[in-house]
């Protein structure tokens, strides 16, 4: 019998397929919310003594609006006694905002009570109609204290025994410089009497 040989080829090796890589998905950038710049806040003082009654002057570098609302501004603060509206400041005004003083400013006038205790005590500013803040910080002081050589009585003078000493109810003269002159103008009298009767 003879042999029948069939090539067999062999079959054929399958080529991978290269996957897809995923594609990378873009993250939305963050949008910065627009930031309101801080203005600069002065005070005319900036210290008071504490146990007075005494007026301090809020400057404000606050932005002119634009399309109709009112250039004015608002300060607060637990040492005044109310909140106070600041106005346009005119190029006059005194007292005026010191150092970089360029742009627009508003000024207003607050009450301090004598009953606020000594402390340091935040001044807060908003500009209407911009939003833009601000702070400052105002502080109140001790008295200061009377000077040790100062006297706080009167001194006793010389000019007789009873000078300078206290008024006896009882007494019928008056006491003092009024009584010593009365005394010597009676001695001067008697004085004059008693010659006239010798001559």
Same mark, same amino acid.
């Given at each position: 019998m003879g042999c029948t040989a069939e090539a067999q080829t062999p079959p054929a090796t399958q080529t991978p397929t290269a996957e897809a890589s995923p594609?990378?998905?873009?993250?939305?950038?963050?949008t910065a919310s627009p930031e309101v710049?801080?203005?600069s806040v002065?005070?005319?003082p900036d210290s008071v003594t504490a146990g007075e009654s005494s007026t301090v002057w809020i400057l404000a570098n606050c932005p002119a609006p634009q399309g109709g @609302?009112?250039?004015?501004?608002t300060a607060t603060s637990r +040492?005044?006694?109310s909140g106070v509206t600041l106005n346009p400041a005119t190029s006059t005004a005194s007292p005026a905002p010191t150092g970089n003083a360029a742009g627009d400013w508003v000024r207003g006038q607050a009450q301090v009570s004598g009953t606020v205790k000594r402390g340091s005590y935040t001044v807060d500013v908003k500009?209407?109609?911009?939003g833009h803040s601000g702070r400052a910080t105002l502080r109140l002081t001790r008295p200061e204290p009377l @000077?040790?050589?100062v006297p706080t009585k009167a001194p006793? +003078?010389?000019?007789g025994g009873t000078y300078g000493k206290d008024v006896d109810e009882g007494s019928p003269i008056p006491l003092g410089g009024v009584g010593a002159a009365l005394a010597l103008a009676l001695a001067v009298g008697a004085g004059v009497a008693v010659k006239r009767r010798r001559s």
């Open positions: 594609t990378p998905t873009e993250t939305p950038a963050a710049s801080r203005i002065q005070l005319n @609302p009112a250039h004015t501004g +040492a005044f006694v500009c209407d109609g911009t @000077p040790s050589d006793k +003078a010389g000019g």
